[in-house]
């Protein structure tokens, strides 16, 4: 991909001050110190992981894969990449890990905080092995960050919700990377590196010229009120059509998925099929006629959008968070403001180009895009740091 050309893929406005990728690129190549980075040969990054799943993980783990995507991506470039994960991770980089087993499914772990610190305490005691370290971690790591002089990148995969603005402000000057601009809008006073949208292998995801006959809505996600899966069943018994479901239920979202999800399935119309691993995905999403997006919250980004749009299945979603930003309306799929109108939106998905819907995503959504993202938001970190 051309230097002049890959901005318009995966970078975004940089809103709180002003620039965009191709500015901090010339930044990078008009200044003698900032040049050293940019032509270092190899940097040493640490990739820092949630505990919670394996890298990538066996089902569940949208952070995971994007962890996972990214790092073995950079190895691929010949970068010295370390991935702090659990110890079930599979990955080309050097592993690091403090627990043997994703924790999620340990029967031995119980208490998440503890194993969480003991992994940032591993990292950052060789902070000085690392040129750059970047944390998928949330707020865990910012304490441990402010304490080292090598930079920490924190990609912000959550929402920024009000409980931790307090620590969010306290260290506001460390970088921060969103994975959409919308998510920026609770606060907008982090220092903000960019926005790099997170991307999948599109070959992992076979591509569907056409649907299943009969045809079929598709929901995939946790079983949660934000992920609005209840909004799903109410979407298909509206139109009368089949909806096939997947996704783990949390603990905390049992009692809703017992009270509103479980009597609703009948194994006819609405379909359950459990956690789905890669291979069930994959099938449920290619074969769909229409993803159904139905959140209730705002969304950082939904990579099941890029999921689904890859297998050529156009995703109908509400316009909160990221979806407006994901979707391309009327061409990839339609932008909603309500649950009753993403059900009149159905016949005119089913004429969308599945093939546009599959090249959208290969263009602006794949790990060379993200790889690419992140290697100029290392650069622009260390030059600032040497500035």
Same mark, same amino acid.
């Given at each position: 991909?051309?230097?002049?050309?890959?901005?318009?893929?995966?970078?975004?406005?940089?809103?709180?001050?002003?620039?965009? +990728?191709?500015?901090?690129?010339?930044?990078?190549?008009?200044?003698?110190?900032?040049?050293?980075?940019?032509?270092?040969?190899?940097?040493? #990054?640490?990739?820092?992981?949630?505990?919670?799943?394996?890298?990538?993980?066996?089902?569940?783990?949208?952070?995971?894969?994007?962890?996972?995507?990214?790092?073995?991506?950079?190895?691929?470039?010949?970068?010295?990449?370390?991935?702090?994960?659990?110890?079930?991770?599979?990955?080309?980089?050097?592993?690091?890990?403090?627990?043997?087993?994703?924790?999620?499914?340990?029967?031995?772990?119980?208490?998440?905080?503890?194993?969480?610190?003991?992994?940032?305490?591993?990292?950052?005691?060789?902070?000085?092995? +690392?040129?750059?370290?970047?944390?998928?971690?949330?707020?865990?790591?910012?304490?441990?960050?402010?304490?080292?002089? @090598?930079? @920490?990148?924190?990609?912000?995969?959550?929402?920024?919700?009000?409980?931790?603005?307090?620590?969010?402000?306290?260290?506001? *000057?460390?970088?921060?990377?969103?994975?959409?601009? @919308?998510?920026? *809008?609770?606060?907008?006073? $982090?220092?903000?590196?960019? @926005?790099?949208?997170?991307?999948?292998?599109?070959?992992?995801?076979?591509?569907?010229?056409?649907?299943?006959?009969?045809?079929?809505?598709?929901?995939?996600?946790?079983?949660?009120?934000?992920?609005?899966?209840?909004?799903?069943?109410?979407?298909?018994?509206?139109?009368?059509?089949?909806?096939?479901?997947?996704?783990?239920?949390?603990?905390?979202?049992?009692?809703?998925?017992?009270?509103?999800?479980?009597?609703? #399935?009948?194994?006819?119309?609405?379909?359950?099929?459990?956690?789905?691993?890669?291979?069930?995905?994959?099938?449920?999403?290619?074969?769909?006629?229409?993803?159904?997006?139905?959140?209730?919250?705002?969304?950082?980004?939904?990579?099941?959008?890029?999921?689904?749009?890859?297998?050529?299945?156009?995703?109908?979603?509400?316009?909160?968070?990221?979806?407006?930003?994901? #979707?391309?309306?009327?061409?990839?799929?339609?932008?909603?403001?309500?649950?009753?109108?993403?059900?009149?939106?159905?016949?005119?998905?089913?004429?969308?180009?599945?093939?546009?819907?599959?090249?959208?995503?290969?263009?602006?959504?794949?790990?060379? *895009? $993200?790889?690419?993202?992140?290697?100029?938001?290392?650069?622009?970190?260390?030059?600032?740091?040497?500035?």
């Amino acid at each position: 991909m051309q230097n002049n050309n890959r901005e318009n893929y995966f970078l975004s406005i940089n809103h709180s001050k002003g620039e965009n +990728f191709s500015e901090l690129n010339n930044k990078n190549s008009d200044n003698p110190e900032i040049g050293k980075v940019a032509l270092k040969p190899a940097l040493r #990054i640490a990739q820092v992981a949630p505990l919670w799943e394996p890298v990538p993980p066996s089902a569940y783990g949208g952070i995971e894969l994007v962890v996972s995507n990214l790092t073995n991506g950079l190895v691929s470039r010949n970068h010295e990449v370390t991935l702090f994960a659990s110890g079930d991770s599979q990955t080309l980089a050097h592993l690091e890990s403090i627990c043997p087993h994703a924790l999620r499914r340990s029967s031995k772990a119980h208490e998440y905080a503890i194993y969480e610190k003991l992994q940032l305490q591993r990292v950052y005691a060789q902070a000085a092995e +690392f040129d750059i370290i970047h944390s998928h971690m949330g707020l865990a790591a910012l304490p441990f960050a402010s304490q080292v002089n @090598t930079p @920490t990148v924190h990609t912000l995969h959550a929402p920024l919700m009000p409980d931790s603005h307090q620590i969010f402000t306290h260290y506001s *000057q460390q970088p921060y990377i969103s994975i959409s601009n @919308t998510q920026r *809008q609770l606060a907008p006073h $982090l220092n903000y590196v960019c @926005t790099i949208h997170n991307g999948i292998e599109p070959q992992l995801y076979p591509f569907h010229a056409q649907p299943q006959q009969p045809p079929y809505l598709a929901f995939l996600g946790r079983m949660s009120p934000e992920k609005g899966p209840q909004h799903a069943i109410t979407i298909a018994k509206r139109i009368s059509w089949p909806l096939k479901m997947a996704g783990k239920v949390d603990i905390v979202d049992r009692k809703f998925f017992e009270r509103e999800i479980a009597p609703q #399935i009948d194994g006819n119309q609405i379909e359950y099929l459990g956690e789905a691993n890669h291979a069930t995905k994959v099938e449920l999403l290619g074969n769909a006629a229409v993803t159904l997006f139905p959140i209730t919250w705002r969304e950082p980004f939904g990579l099941v959008m890029v999921e689904s749009m890859a297998t050529g299945t156009p995703v109908i979603g509400i316009g909160l968070g990221s979806v407006p930003e994901v #979707i391309i309306h009327g061409k990839t799929g339609f932008v909603c403001q309500m649950v009753e109108e993403m059900a009149s939106f159905v016949p005119a998905a089913l004429e969308l180009n599945r093939q546009a819907c599959r090249n959208y995503v290969v263009s602006r959504f794949g790990i060379e *895009q $993200l790889v690419d993202g992140y290697e100029v938001a290392y650069r622009h970190v260390l030059a600032t740091r040497l500035g």
